[in-house]
């Protein structure tokens, strides 16, 4: 890589590269079609410090491998995985066969045919799988090289073992310790203090972001630990065969009214 020629490798380019690398981890990503160079290709079967895939989880689409843009629009997924809001869309509708882009369908494809995948994406079914999260962009960030914050705390995403939420209904995501104080701040200014007037309903916490009221037991924790993203995750299988139960239901209901009108129109031209 040119290093005789004085080239300094910039934080921006072992990101990019990382990003790649865990794009193709995640075998989520298509290759746009571009010719790879020897280095990417050796790239890919590079193992990655755990510290640079914390963070080059919360940069790019865990989907596309693109850089995550607040201006563009981040969704997370049940699981607390952040995508770009376009590429998520589109990846669903594609799922349910509407044409969007040629890219989009070769995308999706590229995704289908990569097996042994860590970031699956067969969780993602439709638009209610996703949710959309407002993400504070680090001062020193770049559209090439995002960062993001706690805007209550400034903890930096991905840079430590600091954990964070995405709040419910707002979409900002905070620390986890900023998400606490909101909620033991409302606990002593609210009911919760055991005296005062009876029957007073408990003051939700509100988002140290935007001030909207949140509920703490639907915060969504966003790259959380292993166990996290399971209790996530069994219950995402949950909802989903509630899902399938309802649609089958509903599919039974319709099959039956339409064997009835045959019969009654068959009996009547009889
Ligand atoms: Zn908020």
Redo the contacts with the bound molecule.
């Keep these: 890589m040119g290093l005789d020629g004085g080239t300094v490798i910039s934080r921006t380019d072992v990101l990019r590269g990382a990003s790649w690398d865990l794009a193709q981890a995640d075998a989520s990503t298509s290759t746009r079609g571009g010719q790879l160079s020897s280095h990417r290709r050796h790239g890919a079967s590079r193992a990655l410090p755990p510290s640079v895939v914390r963070e080059t989880r919360w940069r790019v689409c865990a989907l596309s491998g693109a850089p995550l843009s607040p201006a563009r629009g981040v969704v997370a997924c049940a699981l607390g995985r952040l995508y770009d809001r376009e590429t998520a869309l589109t990846h669903v509708l594609t799922r349910h066969g509407v044409f969007t882009s040629e890219e989009a369908t070769y995308a999706y494809a590229n995704r289908l045919n990569s097996s042994g995948a860590i970031g699956d994406a067969s969780h993602l079914r439709a638009r209610s799988d996703f949710f959309e999260v407002?993400l504070a962009r680090a001062a020193d960030a770049t559209e090439e090289t995002p960062e993001f914050e706690c805007p209550a705390t400034g903890a930096r995403c991905g840079r430590s073992a600091v954990a964070f939420v995405a709040?419910r209904p707002?979409?900002?995501v905070v620390s986890e310790k900023a998400a606490r104080e909101a909620a033991k701040a409302a606990a002593v200014g609210g009911g919760g203090g055991g005296g005062g007037e009876s029957e007073s309903p408990p003051t939700p916490p509100t988002?140290p972001?935007?001030?909207?009221p949140?509920d703490p037991a639907h915060s969504l924790p966003i790259h959380g630990t292993e166990a996290q993203v399971e209790k996530l995750r069994d219950a995402m299988d949950r909802r989903h065969a509630a899902e399938d139960d309802a649609k089958a239901r509903r599919k039974g209901r319709r099959e039956a009214k339409r064997r009835k009108r045959t019969t009654e129109s068959e009996s009547a031209c009889g």
């Design positions: 407002r709040l707002c979409g900002h988002c972001a935007c001030e909207v949140f």
